[in-house]
C-alpha cells in the first residue's frame, strides 16, 4: 500500500488507528486512507462482520496492515474489550475514528414526522449514534491519557448544523455528538488527547445515500442540487482525507473543532 512520502511528516507510519462501523461506506473509506499513510489499523464493526472483513481484505491486499475487531458500541464491556484487544494486539491506541452509526434511509429506518415516529426507533438511533461514541471516548481516552497523547475523531453529520424534518433522532444524535466532542475536548486538552468532528454531508457508496436514493425516485437528484458543489463526496478522497488531516500531526493545534465535509451544504 502506498505511503504518501517516506518522511511520515503526517506522523501516521506505524501508528495505530481504530475505526468503528468500517465495514462499509465512509469508515472503510477512513480506515483505506489511514493505511495508505502507513497506519496499522482497526477495523471494527458490530453488525456488518463481513463487510468488516472485507475491509481488512482491501488492506492487506494494497500491502497495508490491518486487522478486524468485531464490536457492538452500544455494548459496553465490547467496546472496553476492543481497546484492550487493540493495545494487546499492536501495543498502543494512537487515533480513533467513531464512525458507527444509524439513522433513517427509507429502507432500515424510516423517515417519519415525530407525532407518528417510534419511541424504539427514537431509542436505538440515540444508542448508536450519540451513547456508542460516548462509549467509544471512555475506553479511547482511557488508554490515551496513559500514553499522554492521543487524537480522536468523531462523526456527526451536516444535520447537526442543517435540520430535516423526519430526522429527528438523528438530528438530535448528531447535534449531541457535537456537544460531546468538545466536553471531551475540553477533557482531554491535559493528556495530550485532541478530539474533534467532523459533519460529512451527502456522501455517496454509503448505505444511508444508497438507501435513500433508490427508494425515493429522483432523490439522488435532489441531494445534489442541494450541495453547493454540486456532486456527493467520496468516502476516501473527502472523508478520509479530513479524518487522516484531524489526527494528523499537521493538525496537532486543532482541538474542539466541528469540520463540514459537505460541499457547502450546511451553509
Known amino acids: 500500500m502506498k505511503r504518501y512520502g517516506e518522511n511520515n511528516r503526517m506522523g501516521i507510519v506505524d501508528k495505530v488507528a481504530v475505526i468503528t462501523g468500517a465495514g462499509s461506506g465512509i469508515g472503510r ?9 502507513g497506519a496499522r489499523v482497526v ?44 493495545v494487546a494486539l499492536y501495543g498502543s491506541l494512537d487515533f480513533a475514528y467513531n ?4 439513522g433513517p434511509d427509507g429502507v432500515r429506518v424510516p423517515i417519519e414526522p415525530i407525532m407518528e415516529s417510534s ?24 488508554q490515551m491519557s496513559k500514553q499522554g497523547r492521543g487524537a480522536i475523531v468523531n462523526c456527526s453529520s451536516a444535520q447537526a448544523l442543517r435540520q430535516i424534518p423526519g430526522f ?11 456537544a460531546l466532542t468538545k466536553i471531551a475536548a475540553l477533557e482531554g486538552a491535559r493528556h495530550g488527547i485532541r478530539v474533534n468532528c467532523v459533519c460529512p454531508g451527502p456522501i455517496a457508496h ?22 453547493p458543489l454540486r456532486r456527493m463526496g467520496d468516502p476516501q478522497d473527502d472523508m478520509g482525507e479530513a ?15 466541528v469540520l463540514p465535509v459537505d460541499g457547502g451544504l450546511a451553509i
Open 168 to 178: 429527528a433522532a438523528y438530528g438530535s444524535s448528531k447535534a449531541g455528538v457535537v
Open 243 to 257: 479524518v487522516v488531516w484531524l489526527c494528523s500531526d499537521a493538525a496537532s493545534f486543532i482541538t474542539g473543532a
Open 43 to 86: 477495523v471494527t464493526d458490530g453488525i456488518n462482520l463481513e463487510g468488516g472483513q472485507e475491509t481488512v481484505r482491501i488492506i492487506r491486499e494494497a500491502g497495508g496492515e490491518a486487522t478486524f475487531i468485531k464490536c457492538d458500541v452500544t455494548v459496553e464491556d465490547e467496546v472496553a474489550a476492543m481497546v484492550e484487544q487493540t
Open 119 to 142: 419511541t424504539e426507533l427514537w431509542g436505538r438511533q440515540l444508542d448508536v449514534n450519540l451513547t456508542g461514541v460516548y462509549l467509544c471516548l471512555k475506553y479511547e481516552m482511557r
Open 206 to 227: 454509503t448505505m444511508l445515500s444508497d438507501n435513500i436514493t433508490s427508494s425515493m425516485e429522483g432523490m439522488r437528484e435532489r441531494m445534489i442540487e442541494g450541495v
Open 99 to 102: 464512525n458507527a452509526g444509524i
Open 29 to 37: 473509506g477512513v480506515a483505506i486512507v489511514f493505511a495508505r499513510e
